[in-house]
């Protein structure tokens, strides 16, 4: 690690060095004494005088202030390495700290600026990546007197992307000028950044001048009509990420749902232990979870796809024999089928409670989920959800294709349709039900894998789901996969939108009043049974 250090320290002096603008003055002993040592105000003048001189030994210095490798005394800096030996922290040659010599130490504020300033100078020295987490580092920490870094950067800098963010970075260190027409440039300049950061620095600006605000009238209209500018593009990024997250919120709804449009739409099953299913799936996929930590902990980033099949079928099990043993003999008469599978979904509660405790249990996102791809600056799409929203397309691909080409779904649609044929023709229609029954149960477990990526896995999990998936079945009419889809997408994206305006709580309510409404106009939902079907 020492060795790549020096490794990269000396490319940073090698490339300080070979700048032909601004030649490079040496650091004196007292120089980097003021650095190490002293008032912290006192300590971030000299450290940035020494950045606006370029000095090759600065680099060297300020990794070894963060790495706790230096000594001083009255007169002078030493960094001492691992091994013992010293070197002058201005000049580089060996030297000898005396005994009374004592250690640097940096506060919070003295360690921000010591980074800062190793950002500052990859700048200039840096491969592409370096230069970009530089520009990323010194959004929050740019000042006046890290500009001639900035420009020396933007003289040498080659990629469109990056000269925009140091244009800006430029902007921001010259709002601070005491020359009006830079703050007037500046102010300009701004107008086409579009970050937070941005903002607030904006409204730091627009202050009182008695509160240290801009005092300069021709500036402070610059800086609000900037500041319009850069609201109305965060705006549109929030927008953005609300729809985003409605989505994704509509595709959990959607795979919750599904399930429960064939159990309840084409079987017409109200199913109460529905969410307890979605809960399964989410136990399973937690179980596989450990069993790759367990047994393959080098394949463990790879547990949710063995998850996901598992987590079917963990719930298509419970969901036959739920069948089998309850609700086959309970068809035609709903009252005694919501009541029998409420109380099936109290036995499952419980069941999981007592072998996994009442408490919510870990399940976490493989690497290749985590973080997110940035599309704005206050827009960045998680990974977890933009697979559950692929996740559901699949699933619905799925099940659209098994009701409509295959075998089991022409039996399916022959048994909900007309029973007493569908038998005459030689139907098991007892089999059916199970597999129809089973499937239903299946897709839910598919959600509570989905789910698991997104929320907490606890025995209540699908108490918050049940009631919904109920309102996304009914609203888009009982039987209708597309009707499925668009009321579930919807009211995922509607929800989002009335919480940013109302609350969560507020949102819900409003929400629960527009399906009661909509089903008395129309009670056959949006997509309604036409001809045969009927």
Request: aromatic letters at 6%; charged letters at 15%; one cysteine or more.
């Amino acid at each position: 690690m020492n060795a790549l250090r020096a490794f990269l320290l000396s490319l940073c002096a090698a490339g300080l060095l070979g700048l032909a603008a601004a030649p490079a003055r040496a650091m004196t002993p007292a120089q980097a004494l003021a650095i190490s040592a002293g008032d912290t105000d006192t300590r971030v003048a000299a450290l940035q005088q020494a950045i606006a001189a370029l000095d090759p030994r600065v680099p060297v210095l300020v990794q070894a202030l963060l790495d706790g490798e230096v000594k001083v005394d009255d007169q002078r800096a030493y960094i001492v390495a691992a091994d013992g030996s010293a070197v002058d922290a201005a000049t580089g040659q060996p030297a000898t700290p005396p005994e009374t010599a004592e250690d640097a130490v940096n506060n919070n504020r003295m360690r921000g600026e010591l980074q800062a300033a190793l950002a500052a100078l990859q700048l200039i020295t840096g491969d592409l990546t370096q230069r970009r987490a530089a520009i990323g580092s010194l959004r929050e920490a740019m000042d006046e007197a890290k500009l001639p870094l900035i420009e020396q950067a933007l003289a040498k800098e080659a990629d469109p992307a990056l000269k925009a963010e140091l244009e800006t970075l430029r902007a921001k260190g010259l709002i601070a000028s005491t020359d009006p027409a830079k703050r007037l440039q500046a102010a300009q300049a701004l107008a086409s950044s579009t970050t937070p950061a941005t903002r607030s620095l904006l409204l730091e600006r627009l202050k009182p001048a008695a509160e240290g605000g801009e005092a300069d009238p021709a500036v402070r209209a610059a800086l609000q009509a900037s500041l319009d500018g850069v609201n109305s593009m965060l705006a549109w990024g929030e927008r953005a990420g609300v729809v985003f997250t409605g989505i994704s919120l509509g595709s959990i709804l959607l795979l919750a749902a599904l399930g429960l449009a064939i159990t309840y739409g084409l079987m017409g099953v109200i199913n109460m232990a529905h969410g307890e299913l979605i809960m399964i799936g989410a136990y399973a996929t937690y179980l596989t979870q450990n069993a790759f930590r367990a047994w393959l902990p080098d394949h463990f980033d790879w547990y949710i796809v063995a998850a996901i099949p598992l987590s079917f079928l963990a719930a298509a099990a419970v969901g036959a024999v739920l069948e089998r043993g309850v609700i086959r003999f309970l068809y035609g008469r709903p009252l005694e089928t919501l009541l029998a599978t409420w109380g099936i979904s109290l036995v499952l509660m419980q069941g999981v409670r007592s072998l996994f405790g009442a408490q919510n249990v870990p399940v976490e996102n493989p690497a290749w989920l985590s973080g997110g791809v940035q599309i704005m600056s206050n827009l960045v799409l998680p990974w977890n959800r933009i697979a559950i929203v692929v996740f559901a397309a699949i699933v619905l691909g799925g099940i659209a294709f098994l009701i409509a080409k295959t075998r089991l779904g022409l039996f399916v649609r022959s048994v909900t349709q007309n029973r007493p044929m569908a038998s005459c023709m030689g139907v098991n229609t007892a089999r059916v039900d199970t597999l129809a029954f089973a499937l239903g149960a299946g897709v839910a477990g598919l959600a509570g894998c989905a789910v698991s990526q997104v929320g907490n896995v606890g025995p209540d999990l699908g108490q918050g789901y049940i009631v919904d998936s109920f309102m996304v079945v009914v609203l888009g009419g009982v039987g209708q996969l597309a009707g499925t889809v668009y009321a579930a997408l919807g009211l995922g994206v509607i929800n989002k939108f009335l919480e940013g305006w109302a609350g969560a709580v507020l949102a819900k309510i409003i929400v629960l009043v527009f399906i009661v409404v909509f089903i008395q106009k129309r009670p056959q939902g949006l997509f309604a049974l036409k001809g045969r079907e009927a």
